[in-house]
């Protein structure tokens, strides 16, 4: 194996050198491991090249090989040496059966899906049955097109591709290979389930799908078996095509369940990416030590420089900063720290350097709690594929007990030759029972529907979310970042008599651009939106409590609250009145005094989203209960609830593990909840409702852990994403009840039941026509979705 050229910048190694020590080298050095790529050893204390896969570490020379790795690791894990083993103590489950559980990998006995460990990681790498099955699906679908070309289209444009004699053998040669490889999981997972006794969709594609092949296989062979009168042209038909496009079809349908599934693992990665590596202990001398995460203990003393993240759960022992907790409370304004003040690992800390103790790590942090939470309810839902399931544990045995009754009847009381027209009925039942249209029913009316609703702005991840959308009756709804913009504006100035908005706002901006108070930037921000000169500052000081003060272009300029007003001989009621009733409206307000006389006031807020009113009210008329989470105050919360209507009940000063307690109550009280949410602490919410919608403008946390994503946060594509559910799950019903129909009248004609009285039999030909015609109904039935209405 050659190695693998080094990223630029990066110092060249060699086989069975130590890798440079990079930022970790005051760490003892860990015992050397080989790189799974180039084969070098390394040292996983000093590589900052990790990666996991199937729950194991892997420590890597440079990012070029973890790139690689990464992209393909079973192309590396087959070397000699390297394939891992089970992490110990490690548990798998059925994301279908959570009751399933065992310690090594494997398929589950009642479903067939693959197991999945329960524990949540932070491997990025695809799952090695997504690789499998995709390429199995490249394959089967690369074949499937001239299986198609010869066998269906040639007969209805008349046109033979090949020899007519020679067909049936190139059919036979196009579909071996689908059937036998592409679909070999199929027939394994379908034996299993006979074997055990537990039908299921596997046991369904794989008997329909081998009994068309070994009919075809007899038919090719052996075609003397077969009668005259089942002949056309001289020829026994063949049914190659329903065996491998049904092959096909299915591996698609998987290959789309499984990217499904593992998309929802990156929530978790995307929450567990929130805490860095490393973390800085400050030693008994004053220095900073780097360190790993894993290393930090209770009560170690840690430092945390302007812009980087929160490693663990403590309090601030020195310096004094702003925090940005949206990742907890969804709120955009940075949270400002001070000695004794909470830090959350996970947060960011935004401009000034801390000292924390330490007194929450690994997983007693509030970021794991709320991991673990997502991972949970992510697990606690079943997917769409169970009905399927349910279908095929009675209808799988009654389709082969009628195919063995039919053959005896007519091997014992039918016309001669017996044998013939009692395997040809058998097959035919067989044939017609293949589960073209059930199998087609639920992923055509899904993927034409996700088409559509991407067109409407709504991003469909799990085929589960828009069956649950359907019948939801209560939407749980995030204040900040989904009712409103997310983020605090300049919404009104008020000057006292003597005084112009543009020089009230210019001397305020000036002074906020040295505050560290959250609302400061909304100041700065709106001055710089309309154009003012940034004006010089002097003797800028901050009033802790009250306010800031500064000398402006020669004028004394103090902004604070009410106390600070007294404090330079400023105070007015009127102004203190006039506040009052903004903050009763959610506002933040800030009161400015200039020369030491009131100058006015200015308010700042999350201002509500233009269509947030007529979005409410639509939804209203769907039928649904409205309820509005927050982690804001109580009283910005009903002023923004007053100010869009509709919403029938508030609940704020809510931590994110509230907000999924206030949706797993209403759920065990009968609710079925809809959550939409932007932030990371919607998340825990979101995947334990029973569908979470999110908006696009919001976290990667929160889209990885909704069903729906709302592209452009547009609340109207709330009513849309409804309608589309609804259409969905009307088309899929519609389908279904074909489907049954269609086998309900198909399989009795199959098997003979009109023979006696008008001598009509159904060769495995026209079972063969009638089931292609059943599909081209399904998928026709479908793509109507694909102009509705939303």
Known sequence: MTTP??????????????????????????????????????????????????????????????????????????????????????????????????????????????????????????????????????????LAVPLLLVSMVGEMLGVHFVPPTWNAWVQFALSTPIVLWAGKPFFERGWASVRRRKPNMFTLVSLGVGAAYVYSVIATIAPQLFPPAFRMHGLVPVYYKAAGIVVALVLLGQVLELRARSATGRAIRALMNLAPTTARRVTGDGADMEIPLVEVAVGDRLRIRPGEAIPVDGVVLEGRSSVDEAMLTGEPAPVLKEPGARLTGGTINTNGSLVMAAQAVGSDTVLARIVRMVAEAQRSRAPIQAIADRVSGWFVPLVVGIAVVTFIVWNFAGPEPRFGHALLNAMAVLIIACPCALGLATPMSIM????????????????????????????????????????????????????????????????????????????????????????????????????????????????????????????????????????????????????????????????????????????????????????????TADAVAQAIGGIDEVQADLKPEDKARVVHELRMNGARVAMAGDGVNDAPALAAADVGIAMGTGTDVAIESAGLTLTKGELSALVRARRLARATMRNIRQNLWFSFLFNGIGVPVAAGVLYPAWGILLSPMFAGAAMALSSFAVVTNALRLSSARL
């Open 448 to 635: 034409v529907g996700t088409g559509r609703g991407a067109r409407a702005g709504v991003l469909v991840k799990h085929a589960e979310a828009l069956q649950a959308l359907d019948t939801v009756d209560t939407l749980v709804i995030d204040k900040t970042g989904t009712l409103t913009k997310g983020k605090p504006q300049l919404i009104a100035i008020e000057t006292a008599p003597g005084f112009a908005e543009d020089e009230l706002l210019s001397l305020a901006a000036a002074v906020e651009r040295n505050s560290e108070h959250p609302l400061a930037q909304a100041i700065v921000a709106a001055a710089q939106e309309q154009g003012l000169a940034a004006l010089d500052v002097e003797g800028f000081q901050a009033t802790t409590g009250a306010g800031v003060a500064a000398h402006v272009s020669g004028r004394s300029v103090a902004i604070g609250n009410a106390a600070m007003m007294r404090s330079v001989g400023a105070s007015s009621e009127t102004a203190d009145k006039q506040a009052d009733a903004r903050r009763a409206q959610g506002a933040g307000v800030m009161l400015v005094a200039i020369d030491g006389q009131f100058a006015g006031m200015l308010a700042v807020a999350d201002p509500v989203k233009t269509n947030a009113c007529a979005a409410i009210a639509a939804l209203r008329s769907e039928q649904l209960r409205i309820i509005m989470l927050t982690g804001d105050s109580r009283r």
């Open 5 to 142: 050229a080094n990223e630029p910048g990066q110092p060249a190694c060699k086989h069975g050198e130590q890798a440079p020590s990079g930022r970790f080298q005051t760490q003892p050095t860990a015992p050397a491991l080989q790189d799974p790529v180039c084969g070098m050893t390394v040292d996983s204390a000093t590589t900052p090249y990790h990666a996991t896969h199937l729950g194991n570490d892997y420590h890597f020379c440079s990012a070029g090989c973890r790139a690689k790795f990464v992209a393909d690791p079973a192309a590396y894990l087959e070397a000699p040496g390297i394939a891992p083993e089970a992490p110990h103590g490690a548990t798998w489950i059925c994301p279908m059966h959570p009751q399933i559980r065992q310690e090594q990998p494997g398929t589950c006995p009642l479903c067939g899906m693959a197991l999945e460990l329960e524990s949540p990681t932070i491997d990025d790498a695809p799952p090695p049955e997504l690789q499998d099955f995709t390429r199995r699906t490249w394959v089967a679908g690369t």
